[in-house]
């Protein structure tokens, strides 16, 4: 996702697709730990971005597939781990994969499509304010591939996806999240730990299947 740039008219242009690029090596350390052990485990990465998780996840896990949009971004990360067998670069549109075709295919260079033994997977992403929800829904429409969820969302978002029924922040998104996902809340990161600093801090949640 392209960094900020300044305009000719000295106005400051926000992020193509409105990414707050994770940063902090510390808080990275400490996302990746909230999904357990994954020595055993597919990982799916959503918006890697400049990579800060995916370095962390490229050590860690038996698997990891990061789905990035930006052209450039997943050509950079696809030759930073050209020699890493188990981690595959995906440009695409998260909103638009077919996770079960996704994560129950073998890896290699023909991308085999012989179905694997089925595995749910582990998910982990810094989402995009504006299609924070949108992600959620799709995820949660594909809920039987997927074990834990862990996502950094802004303050906002965090707290209609913890919204209690009848409180003013309870919707379309709290209910379908709290249906399929067991929601804990785990700890806020400032601003500071991302580049551009959002105007909020971030939240970071796991969500356990319940499926």
């Known amino acids: 996702m392209p960094e900020t740039k300044r305009a000719n008219s000295g106005t400051l242009k926000k992020p193509k697709l409105g990414q707050n690029f994770l940063s902090d090596e510390g808080a990275a350390a400490d996302i990746v730990d909230a999904l357990g052990n994954v020595s055993d485990a597919l990982v799916l990465e959503i918006g890697p971005g400049k ?3 995916t370095a962390a996840l490229a050590r860690r896990a038996q698997r990891l597939i990061a789905i990035e949009l930006d052209r450039k971004l997943a050509t950079e990360l696809r030759y930073n781990y050209r020699l ?3 981690v ?3 440009e695409a549109d998260v909103l638009k994969l077919d996770f079960r075709t996704v994560l129950n295919r073998t890896i290699g260079p023909l991308n085999d499509l012989r ?3 089925p595995s749910r997977a582990h998910v982990v992403g810094n989402l995009p304010y504006y299609i924070t929800s949108d992600i959620l829904l799709r995820l949660f429409e594909f809920h039987d591939q997927f074990d834990v969820i862990v996502i950094m969302v802004q303050r906002e978002v965090a707290d209609r996806i913890a919204a209690a029924p009848g409180t003013r922040d309870f919707g379309l998104l709290s209910a379908t999240a709290q249906l399929y996902a067991r929601i804990d809340k785990l700890f806020t990161l400032p ?3 991302f580049t551009p600093p959002p105007q909020s801090p971030f939240n ?4 356990e299947g319940r499926a």
């Open 204 to 207: 970071c949640f796991a969500n």
């Open 191 to 193: 601003p500071g730990a």
């Open 51 to 53: 990579g800060a998780l």
């Open 84 to 86: 890493q067998p188990q």
């Open 88 to 90: 595959e670069i995906i």
């Open 115 to 117: 179905p694997l033994k």
